[in-house]
Nanobody, 115 residues
Framework: QVQLVESGGGLVQAGGSLRLSCAYS????????MAWYRQAPGKQREWVAG???????GYLDSVKGRFTISRDNAKNTVYLQMNSLKPEDTAVYYC?????????WGQGTQVTVSS
């Protein structure tokens, strides 16, 4: 069984920064790809960034150059560093794991960017 717990969300002014964390509990983290998704009010959940078990990364076009995904295998944690935040980044951010034990979601953390 895998559990994911996100943290680090909050209210920030446009242009500010936040770092989200996703703590993974359970076995198999180093064999697991990880991703961040977000869902804004009235919109579908969308993929934001992903990092493979080998450390390869990918980003949604609208966040490239502003967001950085990383992982610390010693801490079983994945991060999303978000810089130059914009009001349109406002959403609930979810962590997802894709690994040998199946796919799991965290409960989400709210990010609100004021203009």
């Amino acid at each position: 069984q895998v559990q994911l717990v996100e943290s680090g969300g909050g209210l920030v002014q446009a242009g500010g920064s936040l770092r989200l964390s996703c703590a993974y509990s359970g076995s198999g983290f180093t064999q697991t790809d990880m991703a961040w998704y977000r869902q804004a009010p009235g919109k579908q959940r969308e993929w934001v960034a992903g990092i493979s078990r080998g450390g390869n990364t990918g980003y949604l076009d609208s966040v490239k150059g502003r967001f950085t995904i990383s992982r610390d295998n010693a801490k079983n944690t994945v991060y999303l560093q978000m810089n130059s935040l914009k009001p349109e980044d406002t959403a609930v951010y979810y962590c997802k794991s894709l690994g040998p034990l199946g796919n799991y979601w965290g409960q989400g953390t709210q990010v609100t960017v004021s203009s």
